[in-house]
C-alpha cells in the first residue's frame, strides 16, 4: 500500500472501525429506514513521510449524494460568521467582476454571498435543492462539461477535498478542465485539531481524507495564502493551478504518529452519561451522529437531538434512531443537560436558550464538567 498524496509506501495503520453509515449528514423519517443504512469500514492509514491520513478501506461506490443529503450549516450566525471570513480572504486575491466557481456548494449559500460583492458565480452539487440555471446539479465536471465557457478566476474547494479517495488526480482534472488559469481555494478539516482534541466525534465514513495545514503547505510549497480557520477546525491554502501542471515533489519528513485515545474517551463519556436522566446533545450533523453511534448505540443514554435546520427537525439520526428536535421544543422537553458537538456554536446556542440558561451545558473537546454560562 503506498500513500495516495505522496506515494510512500512507509504507512502505519492508526484506528478502524466495521459497519459504519456512510452518511452522516442524511437523516430518516422512519425507525426502519434510519436502520438499514448502507454502511462501510474505516480503516484509517497514516503515512510517515508527508503526514497524510486517509481511509484505505474507503469505497467510493457506496456513496450516493442527492436531495436528501443535508447537511445546510447557513442557519447559524456563527457559521455565516466563518462564510464571510473566507469571502474575505478570497476578495484579498480577485477584484468584484471575477468568475467565482464552486465544486461541492451545497445549497450555494456561499455563492450567493460570493454574488452580493458582485462577483460573478457558477457551481456544481448533486444535492443543489434550488432552481439557478448557473448551478448545475451534477459532479464536476457533467458529462458534457464545455471548459470554454466555465474557466473561472478561481475555483472554490470547501470540505470537498477530504470526500475525494484519489485527491491530486482530482486536482490536476480541475486544472486541466480551467486552462491551468486562475486560482483553487481548498478547504479541509485540520487532522491536527482533531488529535490534539481526542475529536472522534470528526471521524467520518465520508472522508476519506484527513489533512493537516502543515501536510498542505508541504504539498504546495509555492502556495498564495494559508491558515486556520473556525476555532483552529478547519484549515485552507490557496495555490495557483498552474502549480498543478507538473508533479508536485514533497520533503521527506519522517513524521511521529499521532497518538488517538478514542476508547479512553468513549469509556469516559458513558460513564458521565450512566447516573444522567434527560440528555440531550445539539446538533445533527455529521459530529453529532458520529458521536451518538460510538456513546449511545442503542439509544439509552441520550434522549435526543437538537438542531436549529427546520429540514432535519422530526426526523431520526443513522442507526441510532434518535428523534431530532426543535430549540423551540426545549420547554416540552426540559433537559437536565445538553451536550454542544461543536464549541463554535456555544455562545449562539447559550443566547438561543434564553429561560432555559439554568440547564448544564458540555461542549465536545473540552472539559466534561458543565461550562460557566
Known amino acids: 500500500m503506498r500513500c495516495p498524496l505522496c506515494s510512500s509506501d512507509n504507512i502505519q495503520a492508526l484506528y478502524s472501525e466495521e459497519n459504519v453509515p456512510v452518511f452522516q449528514n442524511k437523516v430518516y423519517s422512519s425507525i426502519d429506514s434510519a436502520n438499514n443504512v448502507t454502511c462501510g469500514d474505516l480503516s484509517l492509514s497514516f503515512c510517515r513521510e508527508c503526514g497524510f491520513v486517509w481511509n484505505s478501506a474507503f469505497n467510493q461506490e457506496l456513496l450516493e449524494y442527492d436531495e436528501n443529503y443535508q447537511n445546510e450549516q447557513g442557519f447559524s450566525e456563527r457559521f455565516q460568521q466563518h462564510l464571510t471570513l473566507v469571502c474575505d480572504l478570497i ?42 440555471p448557473r448551478i448545475i446539479k451534477s459532479y464536476y465536471p457533467p458529462l458534457d462539461y464545455n471548459c470554454e465557457r466555465d474557466k473561472a478566476d478561481i475555483i472554490i474547494l470547501r470540505h470537498v477535498l477530504e470526500h475525494i479517495p484519489e485527491p491530486m488526480d482530482f486536482l490536476r482534472n480541475i486544472a486541466l478542465a480551467n486552462d491551468y488559469n486562475g486560482l483553487l481555494y481548498i478547504e479541509v478539516p485540520d487532522f491536527n485539531w482533531i488529535v490534539e482534541h481526542n475529536a472522534l466525534q470528526d471521524i467520518f465514513y465520508e472522508h476519506s481524507n484527513y489533512f493537516t495545514l502543515s501536510v498542505l503547505k508541504n ?5 498564495v495564502s494559508s491558515g486556520l480557520l473556525f476555532g483552529g477546525q478547519y484549515c485552507f491554502i490557496i495555490i495557483k493551478l498552474e502549480s498543478l501542471r507538473n508533479d508536485l515533489h514533497t520533503t521527506q519528513t519522517m513524521i511521529d504518529t499521532p497518538k488517538l485515545e478514542f476508547d479512553k474517551y468513549i469509556t469516559m463519556w458513558k460513564e458521565v452519561l450512566e447516573p444522567k436522566r434527560n440528555i440531550y446533545i445539539w446538533g445533527a450533523g455529521a459530529k453529532g451522529a458520529t458521536f451518538l453511534r460510538l456513546i449511545d448505540p442503542d439509544g439509552s443514554l441520550i434522549s435526543g437531538v437538537i438542531d436549529i435546520n427546520p429540514k432535519k427537525q422530526k426526523h431520526l439520526i443513522a442507526k441510532t434512531g434518535h428523534k431530532i428536535f426543535s430549540q423551540n421544543d426545549l420547554n416540552q422537553l426540559t433537559p437536565d443537560g445538553i451536550i454542544i458537538m461543536n464549541g463554535n456554536y456555544l455562545k449562539e446556542i447559550i443566547a438561543t436558550l434564553k429561560n432555559e440558561s439554568k440547564i448544564p451545558i458540555y461542549v465536545l473537546g473540552e472539559s466534561i464538567l458543565p461550562v460557566n454560562i
Open 91 to 132: 476578495s484579498k486575491e480577485i477584484r468584484p467582476g471575477a468568475h467565482v466557481k464552486e465544486i461541492g456548494c451545497g445549497k450555494a449559500k456561499f455563492l450567493s454571498m460570493m454574488e452580493a460583492r458582485e462577483y460573478q458565480i457558477s457551481g456544481y452539487d448533486p444535492a443543489y435543492e434550488g432552481e439557478d
Open 219 to 223: 504539498k504546495f510549497p509555492d502556495f
